[in-house]
T-cell receptor
């Protein structure tokens, strides 16, 4: 089944404790992206990757890191999480198409930073 | 920059009622337009899309027409069901950018 998977689905952590949220897709998509969803703000892009070893900042990259060493994986790293990073996070992938860029989303990771 | 404006929610309707969720946009160039749906506890799924002016996207009884003159992409359904209860996001993509730009989402609640 074609899908985007994220782990963990739920995470409660404390300020400053490094964490990684994994994202994997099995559709051989070139483009991958991370978003955060907050009430009243919709989805905002954190980072994206056009291909292996190619990443770039989105609208809200502060406090996050990413890497793209393999085409299928795009982990999101919080080196020193803070309470303002409490949010619902989505990974998405897409076969890069400059016309419509339909994106496929993972199920989400709900992160709470205490 | 690009932006999408959606009507505030929640929208509460009775089953079989007519649904309209308004969406307007601001974009440079000629965007592609999308409606995504998020069911409780799940990720976003593409509901429908339109890639050029006057295109109509449709899926599962939902429709939206790309109106360049009014920069709108309103979502409609003739008869909603309880199972349509979800959050609906309007989004746009322009070829010069590298992301989808989302609206804030509109929650729909359908009651018996």
């Amino acid at each position: 089944e074609a899908q985007v998977t994220q782990n963990p689905r739920y995470l409660i952590t404390v300020t400053g404790k490094k964490l990684t949220v994994t994202c994997s897709q099995n559709m051989n998509h070139e483009y991958m992206s991370w978003y955060r969803q907050d009430p009243g703000l919709g989805l905002r892009q954190i980072y994206y990757s056009m291909n292996v070893e190619v990443t770039d900042k989105g609208d809200v990259p502060e406090g996050y890191k990413v890497s793209r060493k393999e085409k299928r994986n795009f982990p999101l790293i919080l080196e020193s999480p803070s309470p303002n990073q409490t949010s619902l996070y989505f990974c998405a992938s897409s076969p890069w198409d400059r016309v419509n860029n339909e994106q496929f989303f993972g199920p989400g990771t709900r992160l709470t930073v205490l | 920059g690009d932006s999408v404006t959606q009507m505030e929610g929640p929208v509460t309707l009775s089953e079989e009622a007519f649904l309209t969720i308004n969406c307007t946009y601001t974009a440079t160039g000629y965007p592609s337009l999308f409606w995504y749906v998020q069911y409780p506890g799940e990720g976003l799924q593409l509901l429908l899309k339109a890639t050029k002016a006057d295109d109509k996207g449709s899926n599962k009884g939902f429709e939206a027409t790309y109106r360049k003159e009014t920069t709108s992409f309103h979502l409609e359904k003739g008869s909603v069901q309880v199972s349509d209860s979800a959050v609906y996001f309007c989004a746009l993509f322009t070829g010069g950018g590298n992301k989808l730009t989302f609206g804030t989402g509109t929650q729909l609640k359908v009651e018996l």
